[in-house]
Nanobody
Framework: QVQFVESGGGLVQPGGSLRLSCVAS????????MSWVRQLPGKGLEWVAS????????SYGDSVKGRFTISRDTATGTVYLQMNILKPEDTAVYFC??????????WGQGTQVTVSS
């Protein structure tokens, strides 16, 4: 059974950093692009960043560009999101997602990030 385990969320002060991890198991990790998506309080889902399979090309949403970095480790089946210069508006539940059209997406369970002083 495909499973994603996310970790690394928590409470951090504005200007701080966190690194999120998402480990995939029972899954052809190398064949899927991976993304991080967040759900802001009381709002819908917002795309944060993606990284392609194979050549690992990264792309970012405008609100996180220059502050967040997505990366992947094919040896361990892990995708990371390094988050720097965190702002209160980054407070959200962060989900990892695997996608490979036209196959169905896979989602992690989510990890809470709270940025507050």
């Amino acid at each position: 059974q495909v499973q994603f385990v996310e970790s690394g969320g928590g409470l951090v002060q504005p200007g701080g950093s966190l690194r999120l991890s998402c480990v995939a198991s029972c899954f052809s990790f190398n064949m899927y692009s991976m993304s991080w998506v967040r759900q802001l309080p009381g709002k819908g889902l917002e795309w944060v960043a993606s990284i392609t399979s194979g050549d690992s090309v990264a792309s970012y949403g405008d609100s996180v560009k220059g502050r967040f970095t997505i990366s992947r480790d094919t040896a361990t089946g892990t995708v990371y999101l390094q988050m720097n210069i965190l702002k209160p508006e980054d407070t959200a539940v962060y989900f990892c997602k695997a996608h490979r059209a036209p196959l169905p997406d896979y989602w992690g369970q989510g990890t809470q990030v709270t940025v507050s002083s």
